[in-house]
């Protein structure tokens, strides 16, 4: 690596801490499917990156679901006899079920237990919940907390709206040579958890800073959007676009300590499939490969059917597999700068890879060329500087047909990714090679 790089080395060491400390900055924020927390959160984001806002209407059809009223929330509380509250949304935001309806009210216990949820299994942590789409309300709490509650009668108030208005969504879009597309989506609508949503939005802010100074083939699209009904939301209101889109990832749990996951597109075999899969197994690194399930974050939503877009998404440990998931235990201590800066590095170089797989023509395809006249021969055995050996330059000899792309070739040979690409640009500058309009 170039001396001219050691700038973008320190900044790349300190990326982990600069995704942390955002993470605790967007924390506090109750987020939800739409309202102000989500607003707060996309505002801040754009202190990173221009977003373009966009405002859907309540009502607005987006498919076969509409969008729905917007929900707001100031205060909740359970309150005992004595007045004291046994139960604070002030201290945490996971306390009311997202999406709860204005409550004022005093009840006996007995009543208030059916709107009351808790983890028999955890009993110091609070659920998630929400209720989007059925109009109710009620408390998550601590379990231990709901066994201390003996008064007969408690009062009971959530000051929240759920009023015709808005939902927002962020967008980056940021031109490359090409008007094809990486999709990189990530849903930002749950309140105070860390590794589920903040740090997807962490890595994917940073990502889009990153690449906005580097040049690029191919242009790219951040959506910060509210799960499910914001990418049903953008894929109906941007169906023209989405051609476009030759890869995309979604961006979600990447900060837990567990090893990368990936969950293939529903094609399986997508470029993208294969560029994730080709970067964890040089990672050195345990992994795990899931095939598409229709399940999960917005991949359900760019795999249906009727677009089949070529999204996986590339995770550490998937939702809904660790107990933290959907609990106050998703929190600050869960994910760490390390994971982070992990999981961002993955990011780019699958990135890298894309962003450099192409076909190559051999115009010397009769019998090898003689490569020491050329002054590539001496490289038998490897070159630290150059980055490639002479095994490397036969494989991409070999096999730049027009059908093999880079990435063909280097999983044929065993080889990474970035020596094959040393190796076809120094076969390139000797006239050996030259691009192909592809397979
Ligand atoms: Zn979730």
């Known amino acids: 690596m170039a001396e001219a790089s050691t700038k973008h080395v320190m900044d790349r060491e300190k990326i982990g801490q600069q995704m942390y400390e955002f993470i605790r900055a967007l924390y506090p924020i109750c987020r939800s499917i ?9 505002k801040q984001i754009s202190e990173h990156i221009p977003l373009q806002i966009s405002e859907v209407a309540t009502g607005t059809e987006v498919f076969d679901w509409t969008v729905p009223k917007e929900w707001n929330i100031r205060d909740a509380y359970i309150k005992n006899l004595a007045g004291e509250r046994v139960v604070d949304f002030r201290k945490s935001n996971l306390h009311v079920v997202s999406y709860s309806v204005p409550v004022r009210t005093r009840l006996p216990l007995s009543e208030l237990k059916t709107h009351l949820f808790t983890l028999l299994d955890h009993p110091d942590w609070i659920p998630y919940r929400t209720s989007y789409y059925q109009e109710t309300w009620g408390f998550c709490l601590r379990h231990q907390d709901l066994l201390r509650m003996k008064d007969e009668q408690y009062e009971v108030c959530i000051d929240s709206s759920l009023d015709a208005g ?31 949503n903040l740090s997807g939005i962490a890595l994917a802010t940073f990502l889009a800073r990153h690449l906005s100074t580097q040049p690029r083939r191919y242009s790219y699209r951040f959506l910060f959007i509210p799960g499910t009904i914001g990418s049903i939301t953008w894929l109906s209101r941007n169906e023209d676009k989405t051609h476009r889109i030759k890869h995309g990832l979604v961006a979600a749990c990447v900060g837990d300590p567990g090893k990368s996951t990936y969950k293939k597109s529903r094609q399986g075999d ?36 009727g677009f089949n877009l070529p999204v996986g998404s590339l995770m550490r440990t998937p939702n809904g597999r660790y107990p933290e998931y959907h609990t106050s235990a998703d929190n600050l201590d869960f994910v760490s700068a390390e994971s982070l800066k992990d999981s961002y590095q993955k990011y780019l170089s699958v990135i890298q890879v894309l962003e450099n797989n192409r076909t190559y023509i051999n115009l010397n395809p009769k019998c090898e060329p003689q490569l020491g006249k050329r002054g590539l021969y001496r490289l038998m055995g490897g070159d630290r500087d150059t980055g490639f050996d002479q095994m490397s330059l036969l494989w991409v000899l070999n096999l730049s047909d027009g059908r093999h792309s880079l990435l063909d070739i280097a999983e044929r040979s065993g080889y990474e990714f970035s020596v094959i690409k040393n190796a076809a640009h120094a076969l390139c500058e000797k006239a050996l090679l030259k691009e192909s309009s592809g397979p």
């Not at 739409?34 to 996309?42: C, H, K, N, V, Y």
């Not at 008007?179 to 609508?189: D, G, P, Y």
């Not at 399940?295 to 939503?301: H, L, M, N, P």
């Open 34 to 42: 739409t309202g102000a927390g989500l607003r707060e959160t996309l």
């Open 166 to 196: 808005h939902l927002t969504y962020g967008e980056y879009h940021l031109p490359g040579e090409e008007e094809s597309e990486v999709l990189i989506s990530c849903h930002t609508c749950h309140p105070s958890l860390c590794n589920d």
């Open 270 to 305: 997508a470029e993208i499939d294969k560029a994730v899969t080709h970067v964890l197994k040089h990672s050195g690194q345990d992994y795990e490969i899931m095939d598409f399930s229709p399940y999960g974050y917005d991949e359900r939503q760019y795999n249906s059917p």
